[in-house]
Nanobody
């Protein structure tokens, strides 16, 4: 089983930046694509960004393209999400999860969801 611990969230003003981290343990981290997802109050969980097992390929939701960057450090079993130019609509709880293949959807996630990390962006 894969255990996931997200961190790095907080409260920022619009235009600010945050870097989220996701530490994974258990099964071989570097074998899988990893994705970031988010869930805003009253909304369904949605895809944000994903990265291939090697880090060589990435994909993003249209809503975050050009503002967010995903990268990983397989030696540390950690995936990151650098969030710049944050907007109030980015407010959500952010989660990570491995994917069976790199896709820009919720498809293929297979680990139990962690606690997530709250991101709040004020205008």
């Amino acid at each position: 089983q894969v255990q996931l611990v997200e961190s790095g969230g907080g409260s920022v003003q619009a235009g600010g930046s945050l870097r989220l981290s996701c530490a994974a343990s258990g099964r071989t981290f570097s074998s899988y694509a990893m994705g970031w997802f988010r869930q805003a109050p009253g909304k369904e969980r949605e895809f944000v960004a994903a990265i291939s097992w090697s880090g060589g390929s990435t994909t993003y939701a249209d809503s975050v393209k050009g503002r967010f960057s995903i990268f990983r450090d397989n030696a540390k079993n950690t995936v990151y999400l650098q969030m710049n130019s944050l907007k109030p609509e980015d407010t959500a709880v952010y989660y990570c999860n491995p994917q069976r293949r790199l896709v820009a959807t919720m498809e293929g996630t297979f680990a139990s969801w962690g606690q997530g990390t709250q991101v709040t962006v004020s205008s």
